[in-house]
């Protein structure tokens, strides 16, 4: 539980160093310098000089941050975030966002390219479940007849004549407990490949090992495994279909809170905490599990970021629209109290939803070991 914890709580940080890594690449590609690119928030435990940018690891472990020349106003030349054309400046301000579509479309090809399946229970006869080996135990007849975790079983019989097809967990250790002694056969499929294999149940196996010396567990298939050369079709595909379906869900709940309507029932507001407990509960169901949500994260978090709310990307943008129009920026002074408002309205926001619904899953995640 808590190394699962760990782990999300520092993919959430990653992916924040990810957006504030775009910022950086954007602006050095704009041609101006960056005067720090920082982990972490000070105090400042390590630091490094590079060229003109200092890098530094710091204390808070919160996310990152850029400091880029003039982008907060006051410093106006040409080598300043104020002294660049107006299309690079949106190009900089973008770049945080663009960090988190390319890390999702990533993140996405090699989910495509490892398939993603779901434990489930044995209720129901549900199309295309499987029963999935998680582990072989190091001695036993399923180790030594070749048996090797990942392989699914499809079949199982004494007699060819009396095949048994498997699709629940019950299915097939009735099987097993029913011939244990008499040599069966097992027909598995690895990848691409089915293989028959033939073993001798344990009549008194070790304890907690089973007959054959396997753990196994019913799924089912969320996302096909394809190969090399399709995986990065269907990756990217997937990100930007997820991206417009999110979008009408974002659209949708702000258009019901503008109309007074609330939140839609079944909608569950989630904040800094709830999203690392939904990577926990993501990262005890595997590796693919884990990195499908991060892309999704990473996805809903680009969306996030547009949204037209100083203090955040879209906010800025907004900025610069006003700027092109007007032929004249807004006051940084005034630009700098409007984001603070702001900035301390959002960090109430998720303080409400931390303490109203992040905290209760937290504990419900806990007590659940």
Known sequence: MILAIVIAFFSVILLMVVHEFGHFVAAKKSGINVDEFGIGYPPRIFSKKFGKTVYSLNLLPFGAFV??????????????????????????VLGGVI??????????????????????????????????????????????????????????????????????????????????????????????QVLEISLVPRISPPQDEGSIGVQIERTVSVIDKYPWYQAPIKGIA????????????????????????????????TGPIGITVFLARAAELGVGFFLYFIGSISVLLAICNLLPIPALDGGKLVFLAIEKIRSKAVSSKIEQRITVVCFFLLITLSIFITIKFDIPNLFKFIKGF
């Open 99 to 192: 960090s988190f579509w390319v890390t999702a479309a990533i993140i996405f090809i090699i989910v495509f390219s490892m398939g993603v399946a779901m434990p489930i229970t044995d209720e129901g006869d549900l199309a295309g479940a499987r029963v999935q080996i998680l582990k072989v135990y190091q001695g036993s007849p399923a180790d030594a007849a070749g048996i090797k975790s990942g392989d699914f079983i499809k079949e199982l019989w004494v007699q060819e004549s009396d095949k048994k097809t498997i699709s629940k967990v019950k299915d097939f250790q009735d099987f097993i407990s029913a011939n244990k002694g008499e040599q069966i056969a097992i027909v598995i499929q690895r990848g691409d």
């Open 67 to 92: 400091k880029i020349p003039g982008e907060e106003g006051g410093i106006e030349d040409y080598q300043s975030f104020v002294g660049l054309p107006m299309w690079k400046r949106v190009f900089i």
């Open 238 to 269: 997937y990100c930007g279909e997820l991206t417009y379906r999110a979008t009408g869900s974002l659209l949708g709940l702000l258009k019901d809170l503008i109309l007074g309507r609330g939140v839609p029932a079944g909608t569950e507001l």
